[in-house]
């Protein structure tokens, strides 16, 4: 006997700062039988609250936003609702924000060149506690995580950029982003967006924590940069 009990919808909040984009994305979802667009949201700011408001099952969330990462949403919101579960949804096979993504509690990273019906299913994957990575991007994943295990270096410290290196350090001797951005000649935004980039791919709350980081690490003779 067949189960002729009909499948439970999914409620998303759709996030990309691009209106036409969005737009799109909307129009496509809200369309499709087991699911319902219960927000949209531009910027990390206006996804944050959005998902607080509409507490949705999925966040089909952008990486790049015009007051942040995405992945800075995505570990915000997770943290907040652990029930609600993000896809990210970008133009960019970076393998840097597929680990960062990962790592903030994401639950797929695609790319927006994915047909409609494949990204209708990759959500249903999602909603029923699958996870999955475009194939564009999974071999720059594995190519990553090869050059971590050969490498001899943690994944933590793998992950960051030489950059990222540079301003942990900056971090943990307890300066403020003005500060950082003033020694290194980027916006202080800029700065903002590093270090959240940085506290992400370290799995870590507070830039506070980011001093016993780095004592850890030198106490252990981690990373040549260390």
């Known amino acids: 006997m067949t189960d002729s009990s009909p499948r439970p919808v999914l409620r998303l909040l759709v996030v990309d700062d691009h209106e036409v984009v969005r737009q799109g994305l909307v129009a496509l979802l809200d369309r499709r039988d087991g699911f319902q667009v219960v927000a949209e949201a531009g910027t990390v700011a206006e996804a944050i609250e959005a998902a607080r408001r509409s507490q949705p099952d999925i966040v089909v969330m952008d990486v790049r936003l015009p007051d942040g990462s995405g992945v800075e949403a995505c570990r915000e919101i997770r943290s907040e609702m652990p029930a609600t579960r993000v896809v990210m949804l970008t133009s960019y096979p970076d393998e840097e924000a597929?680990?960062?993504?990962?790592?903030?509690?994401?639950?797929?990273?695609?790319?927006?060149?994915?047909?409609?019906?494949?990204?209708?299913?990759?959500?249903?994957?999602?909603?029923?506690?699958?996870?999955?990575?475009?194939?564009?991007?999974?071999?720059?994943?594995?190519?990553?995580?090869?050059?971590?295990?050969?490498?001899?270096?943690?994944?933590?410290?793998?992950?960051?950029?030489?950059?990222?290196?540079?301003?942990?350090?900056?971090?943990?001797?307890?300066?403020?982003?003005?500060?950082?951005?003033?020694?290194?000649?980027?916006s202080d935004k800029t700065v903002k967006n590093y270090v959240s980039s940085i506290l992400s791919k370290l799995n870590l709350e507070r830039r506070a924590q980011a001093a016993a980081f780095v004592a850890k690490h030198r106490l252990d003779g981690g990373s040549g940069s260390f």
Do not use: H
């Not at 793998?158 to 980027?186: C, M």
């Open 98 to 186: 597929v680990l960062s993504a990962i790592i903030a509690g994401a639950s797929g990273y695609l790319l927006k060149q994915i047909r409609a019906r494949d990204l209708t299913a990759a959500l249903e994957t999602v909603g029923r506690g699958g996870s999955l990575l475009d194939p564009a991007v999974t071999e720059k994943v594995l190519e990553r995580v090869r050059r971590i295990a050969t490498g001899g270096l943690s994944d933590e410290l793998a992950a960051l950029t030489a950059q990222e290196q540079r301003i942990l350090l900056l971090v943990a001797e307890g300066k403020t982003n003005k500060e950082i951005a003033a020694e290194i000649y980027l």
